[in-house]
T-cell receptor
Framework: RKEVEQDPGPFNVPEGATVAFNCTYS??????FFWYRQDCRKEPKLLMS???SGNEDGRFTAQLNRASQYISLLIRDSKLSDSATYLC???????????FGAGTRLFVKA | SQTIHQWPATLVQPVGSPLSLECTVEGTSNPNLYWYRQAAGRGLQLLFYSVGIGQISSEVPQNLSASRPQDRQFILSSKKLLLSDSGFYLC??????????FGDGTRLSIL
């Protein structure tokens, strides 16, 4: 089983749609969780951290479910500019080892 | 503001040749520095991280090495490249235990 697993997609959605991605992780001791965004052939950029209580940043909402060992990202009112690959990242306790998922590709169409 | 520079942007090297990729950070001091590799269709794999000058931790055994000769300089090297070393190499820095800012990356092709 991969340490961090994501549905590779692609997710094809119309503008204005709501789309959600899930990511599962295998290490129950993992302590830090993040979503990154990566545009085609570009470097990843930190989108948001994921907190136990869940957190929201504008149209983006991230949730953590420790019992089931998954994190989610919800994007509301999708924009064309949201088209990208979304990377789930899980970090170990107190260490620097962060595991990146392979990413979920999103295409938002007019 | 902080910036991170990584070069070259693309590199084509023959098997068995040496490698040196350089990364520098500006606008901050004592950053945590990271080297990642991203193979096609796969997630980023942490290769090395450094919490200070001369302090290098390796995550994956391989024919690559890293050095941090100065606070804001991180170098990825190899004495003899393998075909499997092809990929997209990313340098990153951060203040906590995860990378917050990535360089533009180096696309390395081994022939």
């Amino acid at each position: 089983r991969k340490e961090v697993e994501q549905d590779p997609g692609p997710f094809n959605v119309p503008e204005g749609a709501t789309v959600a991605f899930n990511c599962t992780y295998s290490n129950s001791a993992s302590q830090s969780f993040f979503w990154y965004r990566q545009d085609c052939r570009k470097e990843p950029k930190l989108l948001m951290s994921v907190y136990s209580s869940g957190n929201e940043d504008g149209r983006f909402t991230a949730q953590l479910n420790r019992a089931s060992q998954y994190i989610s990202l919800l994007i509301r009112d999708s924009k064309l500019s949201d088209s990208a690959t979304y990377l789930c990242v899980v970090g170990e306790t107190g260490g620097f080892k962060t595991i990146f998922g392979a990413g979920t590709r999103l295409f938002v169409k007019a | 503001s902080q910036t991170i520079h990584q070069w070259p942007a693309t590199l084509v090297q023959p098997v068995g040749s040496p490698l040196s990729l350089e990364c520098t950070v500006e606008g901050t001091s004592n950053p945590n520095l990271y080297w990642y590799r991203q193979a096609a269709g796969r997630g980023l794999q942490l290769l090395f991280y450094s919490v200070g000058i001369g302090q290098i931790s390796s995550e994956v055994p391989q024919n690559l090495s890293a050095s941090r000769p100065q606070d804001r300089q991180f170098i990825l090297s190899s004495k003899k490249l393998l075909l499997s070393d092809s990929g997209f190499y990313l340098c990153a820095w951060g203040r906590s235990n995860q990378p917050q800012h990535f360089g533009d990356g180096t696309r390395l092709s081994i022939l």
